[in-house]
């Protein structure tokens, strides 16, 4: 079976510009997770889609945000990006809420 | 989710057994243990869960203590490619989220 895979793997923004990231699950699997890596945060938890819907969402500002679509394809979007958003973005999917997640190999985003 | 408290980093001989300890001495009742590495600037890997019987799969061994408020994460022959970051995380059954702590950094030398 084919792992999650996150599109595109690196990327570089400017200040204020915008991106989108997109993530495919394993398939069958209908809830996928998004987390931030930074140095300085560790891994934090942004929000998690199932069956189209945010179930749960972390302690993050508005610019972050995401959607899923009926195939439980996901992606996530941040506005007006800053300097802070420098990160690792990854995308983890799972077959049912609360089962183990499968992440995939992130998403990382330069802001310059 | 209950806190966890790991020690920093440790060292493995290749060929040895690695035993990672795991505190989570507030854990409730339907609270799961996981067990999840990340090689350095890769996804995080799953390797193993529990409740409160020991586990094990093709990758290790996990077991709990019978007051569950410590494990320990078992890497039977350890080799250079498990050298990563191990992140013990304590999870409510229906919980979607993962909170990571900082982990063990575990080094497997030659």
């Known amino acids: 079976k084919a792992g999650v895979t996150q599109t595109p793997r690196y990327l570089i923004k400017t200040r204020g510009q915008q991106v989108t990231l997109s993530c495919s699950p394993i398939?069958?699997?209908?809830?996928v997770s998004w987390y931030q890596q930074t140095p300085g945060q560790g891994l934090q938890f942004l929000f998690e889609y199932f069956s189209e819907t945010q179930r749960n969402k972390g302690n993050f500002p508005g610019r972050f945000s995401g959607r899923q679509f009926s195939n439980s394809r996901s992606e996530m979007n941040v506005s007006t990006l800053e300097l802070g958003d420098s990160a690792l973005y990854l995308c983890?999917?799972?077959?049912?809420?609360?089962?183990?997640?499968?992440f995939g190999p992130g998403t990382r985003l330069t802001v310059t | 989710d209950a806190k966890t408290t790991q020690p920093p980093s440790m060292d493995c001989a290749e060929g040895r057994a690695a035993n990672l300890p795991c505190n989570h001495s507030?854990?409730?009742?339907?609270?799961?243990v996981y067990w999840y590495r990340q090689i350095h600037s890769q996804g995080p890997q799953y390797i193993i869960h529990?409740?409160?019987n020991n586990e094990t799969n093709e990758m290790a061994s996990l077991i709990i203590t019978e007051d569950r408020k410590s494990s320990t994460l078992i890497l039977p022959h350890a080799t250079l490619r498990d050298t990563a970051v191990y992140y013990c995380i304590v999870r409510d059954g229906t919980a979607s989220k993962l909170t990571f702590g900082t982990g063990t950094r575990l080094q497997v030398t030659l």
């Open positions: 507030t854990i409730s009742g339907n609270e799961y």
């Open positions: 983890a999917s799972s077959s049912l809420r609360g089962a183990e997640q499968y």
């Open positions: 398939s069958g699997h209908r809830s």
């Open positions: 529990g409740l409160k």
